[in-house]
C-alpha cells in the first residue's frame, strides 16, 4: 500500500531512508499520520511543558510499543535492526517520546533473550496487547556497589521501600521494573505496579534537555512486588549495554534529522533577509542553503552509523550466545566508536543551524534551542570519553571492552 506523504516527507525519505521495509509499516496502525502528529506538537509541548501520555497511549494502540515482541503474542516480531530505525523515526517525531521508551524495548529484549517460559509468556502477552515496562534502579548518594532502595518480607509479600531517580518514562508506564537490595545485601531485580497506592512518581527532572521523559524521582512505601517474583544478581541480557547505547545514538540521529527538517521549512518560509546577503530569499542564498546541507549530512552520517552498528549487534543477537562473546563485544566497540562520532558530530549540527536564521531563531516558542539541549543532555548520560578510551585500549592492547557497570559514590 503506497502512503500518502507530503513533500517533505518525500524529500526526506530521498535523503535519509526509509525505516521500515515499505510491505508493513500499514502494519503499524496509522503508523504514519502518528508519528506526523507527533511531530507537529512536538515544539508546542516543549514550550508549555505538556507531558506526551497522549502521544504514548496511541503508540501503544498502535502497535508500535509491541515491535519486537513475538507474533503468536500480538506483537510485529520484528528483527532489532528495525527498531533502532524506528526509535530514529520516533526520535525525529519527538525524542522525549522516543526516550520515555527505552526501558520498556529493553524490557522487551531481555523477555527475548530469556528461556520461553510461564513467565516470559505472561510478559510477552502483556506487551503485546499494549502494556508498557518503565524502569528504577538508578539511585542519587548511594554507592556503586549497593542500592538503598530495599525489597524485604511483609505480611507474606516481598515489598519495595525506598527512592530512585532517572525513572525515565516510568511515568508513563503501566510497569516498573526495580532494582534493589535485599536485607542481606543481595542485588534483586523485580516488577511493580505502576498504579500500587505506595508509589508516587514525581516528575521532578530538571535537566536542560529531554524535559517531557519524566525523568524525575519515583518513591516506594510497601509496594508490592509483582508475583513475589525476584531475580538475584546480574539478570541483564549479555548485548544490554550496546542496546541501551545505541537506542541512545538512535535517538540522537533523530534529533538532528528534526532538526535538518525543521531548519529546512524556516529557510524555505523566511522572507526576512540582510542587505549584505547573497539573495533577497534566504531560501536562494547559497551561504544559507549550504549550512541547511551541512544540518542534513550530519543527519544522514549518524542515521547511517546506527543502522550500520544495528546491523552488527543484529548479527551478535542471531548467534543467541549466553554470555558476552566475540560477537557482543565486537557490537559494543562498534557503538563505542558511534559514540566518539555522532555526539560532536551532532552537538555542532544543531548549533550550526542558527546561523541560517536571525535572531529570531533563538526566541522560545521556535523552541530550536531543544535539538542541542537534547543531545547534550543524553550524551551526559554515559560519558563518552570512557567509551572512546576502551576502544583505543583494545586497538593499542588488545584489551577487551569491561562488562557491566555501576554508577554512584564511592
Not at 518503565?134 to 507474606?156: Q, Y
Request: aromatic share 10%.
Amino acid at each position: 500500500m503506497k502512503r500518502n506523504r507530503s513533500v517533505e516527507q518525500e524529500r526526506s525519505s530521498v535523503l535519509w531512508g526509509e525505516a521500515f521495509p515499505l510491505q508493513y509499516p500499514t502494519e503499524i496502525s496509522g503508523y504514519a499520520v502518528l508519528l506526523e502528529d507527533i511531530r507537529q506538537q512536538s515544539a508546542k509541548a516543549e514550550v508549555e511543558r505538556a507531558l506526551p501520555f497522549e502521544a504514548i497511549k496511541r503508540l501503544k494502540q498502535s502497535g508500535f510499543t509491541a515491535l519486537r515482541v513475538p507474533a503468536q503474542y500480538g506483537g510485529l516480531g520484528r528483527p532489532l535492526s528495525e527498531l533502532f530505525s524506528a526509535v530514529i523515526d520516533l526520535a525525529t517525531a519527538d525524542s522525549n517520546v522516543a526516550q520515555a521508551l527505552r526501558a520498556h524495548f529493553g524490557f522487551v529484549e531481555h523477555l527475548l533473550f530469556e528461556q520461553p517460559s510461564a513467565y516470559t509468556d505472561q510478559w510477552f502477552e502483556r506487551v503485546g496487547k499494549g502494556e508498557t515496562a518503565g524502569a528504577a534502579a538508578a539511585e542519587k548518594g548511594t554507592g556503586r556497589d549497593h542500592f538503598a532502595t530495599t525489597v524485604s518480607r511483609k505480611n507474606e509479600h516481598f515489598v519495595i521501600n525506598g527512592s530512585k531517580f532517572f525513572t525515565t518514562g516510568s511515568l508513563y508506564a503501566d510497569w516498573l521494573t526495580v532494582t534493589a537490595s535485599t536485607q542481606d545485601g543481595q542485588t534483586v531485580k523485580c516488577l511493580a505496579s505502576r498504579h500500587d497506592p505506595g508509589l508516587n512518581i514525581v516528575d521532578d527532572w530538571d535537566g536542560i534537555g529531554q524535559r517531557l521523559t519524566a525523568s524525575g524521582t519515583a518513591h516506594f512505601q510497601d509496594v508490592r512486588v509483582h508475583d513475589d517474583i525476584l531475580r538475584y544478581g546480574n539478570t541483564e541480557f549479555p548485548y544490554s549495554q550496546a542496546f541501551f547505547q545505541l537506542y541512545h545514538l538512535a535517538t540522537v540521529a533523530g534529533i538532528t534529522q528534526a532538526a535538518a527538517l525543521d531548519i529546512a521549512g524556516a529557510v524555505k518560509n523566511r522572507k526576512r533577509a540582510f542587505s549584505h546577503a547573497n539573495h533577497e530569499l534566504p531560501a536562494q542564498d547559497p551561504q544559507i542553503l549550504e549550512i541547511v546541507g551541512q544540518v542534513a549530512s550530519a543527519a544522514h552520517a549518524a542515521r547511517s552509523i546506527v543502522r550500520h552498528a544495528a546491523e552488527a549487534l543484529q548479527a551478535a543477537v542471531d548467534k543467541k550466545d549466553e554470555d558476552r562473546g566475540p560477537d557482543i563485544i565486537k557490537a559494543e566497540l562498534e557503538v563505542w566508536q558511534a559514540q566518539e562520532i555522532i555526539f560532536p558530530l551532532t552537538l555542532n549540527a544543531t548549533s550550526l543551524l542558527f546561523d541560517a536564521l536571525g535572531g529570531t531563531a533563538t526566541l522560545r516558542s521556535a523552541a530550536l534551542d531543544r535539538y542541542w539541549r537534547n543531545i547534550r543532555t543524553i550524551g551526559c548520560h554515559n560519558p563518552r570519553v570512557y567509551r572512546t578510551r576502551i576502544v583505543g585500549d583494545y586497538l593499542v592492547n588488545g584489551n577487551p571492552p569491561p562488562g557491566q557497570w555501576r554508577v554512584g559514590t564511592v
